[in-house]
Nanobody
Framework: QVQLVESGGGLVQPGGSLKLSCAAS????????MSWYRQAPGKERELVAA????????NYADSVKGRFTISRDNAKNTVSLQMNSLKPEDTAVYYC?????????WGQGTQVTVSS
């Protein structure tokens, strides 16, 4: 069955770094656009970063540009999010998403907490 499994979340101090990973299985990963979303308590889920199926195109939320980098490895069916210069406002549950036409898959999420 389809699975998206996130890992790498945790507690980090402001200014620190974390790398999230998402392992995909059960679908043809290489044709899917992949994204990272996040949802903070009391807020709507928002798009953080997205990458095209072949990895040639990326886009980022204004709030993370220059600090976060999305990448993918189609040979390993993984997508990653390198997060640098983390701020308290980056605290949220981060979700991996895969999309191809009407097919739309989500992971269970991983908690990222930025606090001193």
């Amino acid at each position: 069955q389809v699975q998206l499994v996130e890992s790498g979340g945790g507690l980090v101090q402001p200014g620190g770094s974390l790398k999230l990973s998402c392992a995909a299985s059960g679908f043809t990963f290489s044709i899917y656009a992949m994204s990272w979303y996040r949802q903070a308590p009391g807020k709507e889920r928002e798009l953080v970063a997205a990458i095209s199926s072949a990895g040639g195109s990326t886009n980022y939320a204004d709030s993370v540009k220059g600090r976060f980098t999305i990448s993918r490895d189609n040979a390993k069916n993984t997508v990653s999010l390198q997060m640098n210069s983390l701020k308290p406002e980056d605290t949220a549950v981060y979700y991996c998403n895969g999309k191809w036409f009407r097919y739309d898959y989500w992971g269970q999420g991983t908690q990222v907490t930025v606090s001193s």
